[in-house]
């Protein structure tokens, strides 16, 4: 659904996410699915690299000494890898996009819309990657707050 709500070609057709959840009923509970396995693809192993490389990536870090020092490092350590991890998945997530902005019809699958992304983008990987620079710097931002914050939730 938020997919649907971002893509400028339903613009017309939704005026909030709850229209949207509404519009999609009529395709039935698997239409709420539509591109699950890139999702579960990128979410699960982002997730495990992200958790087991914080402590070594942490550890590199200077001693932290005083409580905004930790904070700090934790914004560090959480920003670089989930932008890192953005970046690394970003085709995932063009695959992603592409195959949750269709509403009923076939389902097609990863390697088959991903390879019609290719096509479309000249055979090229840098084309794959068109838009990653905002994914990076919203990332490094977000993941770090959200590792900082994650980090001083667990002290207190």
């Not at 893509?7 to 949207?20: E, G, I, L, S």
């Not at 009529?26 to 992200?50: A, D, K, M, Q, W």
């Not at 958790?51 to 914004?75: C, M, Q, W, Y």
């Amino acid at each position: 659904v938020q997919t649907l709500l971002q893509d400028h070609k339903h613009h017309d057709k939704f005026t909030n996410t709850y229209h949207a959840f509404k519009a999609l009923r009529c395709h039935g509970i698997r239409e709420y699915y539509r591109g699950l396995v890139p999702v579960l693809f990128r979410n699960g192993f982002s997730n495990v690299l992200f958790f087991g490389l914080r402590g070594p990536i942490k550890e590199h870090l200077p001693t932290a000494t005083t409580h905004s020092a930790h904070l700090v490092n934790d914004f560090i350590c959480g920003g670089l890898l989930g932008a890192m991890l953005g970046i690394l998945f970003f085709p995932v997530n063009v695959v992603k996009t592409r195959m949750q902005s269709q509403i009923g019809g076939e389902f097609q699958s990863f390697p088959k819309v991903f390879q019609k992304i290719w096509l479309e983008r000249d055979r090229k990987l840098t084309n794959l990657f068109r838009g990653a620079h905002l994914n990076y710097h919203r990332s490094l931002i977000s993941w770090g707050i959200i590792n900082a914050t994650y980090e001083f939730l667990l002290k207190i």
